[in-house]
Nanobody, 120 residues
Framework: VQLQASGGGLVQAGGSLRLTCAAS????????MGWFRQAPGKERKFVAA????????YYADSVKGRFTISRDKAKKMVYLQMNILKPEDTAVYYC??????????????WGQGTQVTVSS
């Protein structure tokens, strides 16, 4: 069971990035999936999640209307489209499997993280 996040980079405020989480080694469609982020010196925070059951999506208030989580079951991919990026979105972004809740302790599998830096 492995997750690998990619797609991070440096972008100017107001720009966009799309993060990708590639899953391998298990039946992808069986899992709820989420994205978290962690800024230097701060705790890991929930960003978005996607339900395995009905495709419901959940977002942190700070990203609602700007970020979109989606999944491609055939490709075993989860995406995080990030638009209208702000400097405060700068963090290492992690994908995780196992829940749609905001508590990171409820997630069982984590990817390695990808750095997103938004310049002002």
């Amino acid at each position: 069971v492995q997750l690998q996040a990619s797609g991070g980079g440096l972008v100017q405020a107001g720009g966009s990035l799309r993060l990708t989480c590639a899953a391998s080694g298990y039946t992808f469609s069986w899992y709820d999936m989420g994205w978290f982020r962690q800024a230097p010196g701060k705790e890991r925070k929930f960003v978005a999640a996607s339900s395995r059951n009905d495709g419901s999506t959940y977002y942190a208030d700070s990203v609602k209307g700007r970020f979109t989580i989606s999944r491609d079951k055939a490709k075993k991919m989860v995406y995080l489209q990030m638009n209208i990026l702000k400097p405060e979105d700068t963090a290492v972004y992690y994908c995780a499997a196992g829940s749609v809740q905001s508590d990171p302790k409820l997630y069982t599998t984590w990817g390695q993280g990808t750095q997103v830096t938004v310049s002002s």
